[in-house]
């Protein structure tokens, strides 16, 4: 059974990977939690434009060492390695309100935007990053709606 659940991953990977890869710019969504088994995880969605259309998939849920902003970004970063998504790419990131996505100093959101070109959409919280993105009016096309 694992067999079929690794080759079905396989090739939804590959489909992300391709959709990403075509449409050039791409966005994540991340989510930390605890499992039942106290292991730290991350929910990672990644968006883009597909024909027109802003796509949202699930890609992957991993563990992380721990919770913080460091563990986390290293994360990010080694997903965005293993399927080959630039981070020069990467035009937009949400996650919850939680202290280690927005803290000011040091938060996720803050680290990442460091890295990333100045035309990144690095809001900590999705919710109101959605709103402001739709007020700006230079953004038009499925990524006003999609961020």
């Known amino acids: 059974m694992a067999d079929v659940q690794e080759n079905i991953a396989s090739v939804l990977d590959t489909k992300v990977h391709c959709g990403v890869q075509k449409s050039g710019y ?3 969504i991340v989510d930390e939690s ?10 990672v969605c990644v968006r883009y434009v597909d024909d027109g259309n802003m796509v949202t998939k699930l890609l992957t849920n991993v563990k ?14 080694d997903l965005c390695h293993t399927f080959e998504f630039h981070m020069d790419k990467l035009v937009g990131f949400g996650s919850d309100g939680a ?17 990333l070109p100045p035309y990144a959409y690095v809001k900590p919280k999705i919710a109101l990053a959605v709103g402001e993105i739709k007020g700006m009016k230079n953004v038009s096309g499925p990524l006003a709606k999609g961020f």
Request: proline letters at 0%; charged letters at 25%.
């Open 34 to 43: 605890t499992d039942i088994a106290v292991h730290k995880k991350l929910a």
């Open 64 to 77: 992380t060492e721990s919770a913080t902003a460091a563990s986390i970004v290293s994360a990010v970063r």
């Open 99 to 115: 202290s280690v996505m927005t803290g000011k100093g040091s938060g996720v959101a803050v680290r990442l935007r460091r890295d």
């Open 26 to 28: 791409f966005g994540l």
